[in-house]
């Protein structure tokens, strides 16, 4: 995830300095994602010149996963130009809710950027695909196991993670973890969510019925999703002359090497136009 959708979160940090990568509600994203991005962000440059940036090829990416995993198709907005720098930790922290976090603290969280209820419920529905490593979930099996868990799959887990450090992951969805369709919410109605920010949104009453209309309705559950989706995909965005169009999706245009500036910028001046 991005605190803004201006692909910051592909900038590459250093020991010193860590990037989002390197926050904690982010560790999750795996590597290969950012290569595939910089690989796409070469096949298009090559054809089109500078002129698209990191960050929608990171939105059409999104777009197309969700698509060929089995979920719907869909139009997003374009034009958005890439951030200069990425995010502080306390940034990422302050705007991305951990998988610790229960249905009041998301359903706040998110209402400062203007989500309702269903688009929350929604969001949370991209966990119909994707993993959880031990550290996110571990409090809910340990030492005293959460009474919202289903027992069956809590032992399930205990023998995946039987301890809190372990590399080991697990899949988001139990029923079809390589499917993007309603089964996650599914799994949330008989009580086997892999975090806390999942299970916790069929035990509040608030989403509980969001939750069970959409494990009854998967088209339902595709409508509010995009919706959702297109409305996150214009938070915090950069236009204009805002910000940049990298030439590397993980280093900055004033960090990369490659670039001899007075050139390259008036090779992406004249590309635009």
Same mark, same amino acid.
């Given at each position: ?6 692909? #910051? ?18 560790? #999750?994203?795996? &590597? ?13 440059? @090559? ?15 999104? $777009? ?7 979920? &719907? =198709? ?38 400062? @950027? ?19 490593? *031990? ?7 340990? &030492? ?16 995946? *993670?039987?301890? @809190?450090? #372990? ?51 998967? =088209?339902?559950?595709? @409508? ?21 169009? $990298? ?20 090779? =992406? ?5």
């Amino acid at each position: 995830m991005m605190v803004g959708c201006d692909g #910051s979160v592909l900038l590459e940090g250093t020991t010193s300095d860590p990037s989002e990568q390197q926050a904690v509600p982010n560790v #999750s994203l795996r &590597p290969e994602t950012f290569e595939i991005i910089n690989d796409l962000r070469e096949l298009i440059h @090559k054809q089109c010149g500078r002129v698209v940036s990191c960050a929608d090829i990171t939105v059409l990416a999104a $777009r197309e996963a969700v698509y060929l995993s089995g979920g &719907p =198709e869909f139009n997003v907005p374009l034009g958005r130009r890439d951030r200069l720098t990425f995010a502080t930790q306390a940034e990422v922290l302050a705007n991305i809710p951990g998988p610790n976090s229960n249905a009041s603290f998301l359903l706040t969280s998110l209402a400062t @950027k203007k989500f309702d209820a269903t688009d929350v419920v929604a969001l949370n529905g991209a966990h119909t695909i994707g993993r959880g490593h *031990c550290g996110s979930f571990f409090g809910r099996l340990f &030492p005293t196991q959460d009474p919202t868990m289903d027992p069956i799959f809590a032992d399930d887990l205990k023998e995946i *993670c039987p301890e @809190k450090n #372990s590399t080991n992951t697990a899949m988001n969805d139990i029923r079809t973890p390589n499917t993007f369709d309603n089964k996650y919410y599914v799994d949330l109605v008989n009580r086997e969510g892999l975090f806390t920010s999942d299970q916790d949104l069929y035990t509040d009453k608030r989403t509980r019925g969001i939750v069970e209309s959409f494990a009854e309705d998967q =088209e339902l559950f595709f @409508k509010k999703f995009v919706h959702a989706m297109i409305k996150m995909g214009q938070l915090s965005v950069l236009t204009g002359k805002e910000g940049e169009i $990298r030439a590397n999706c993980s280093v900055s245009n004033s960090n990369n090497p490659k670039l001899v500036s007075p050139v390259e910028e008036d090779y =992406e001046t004249y590309a635009e136009l």
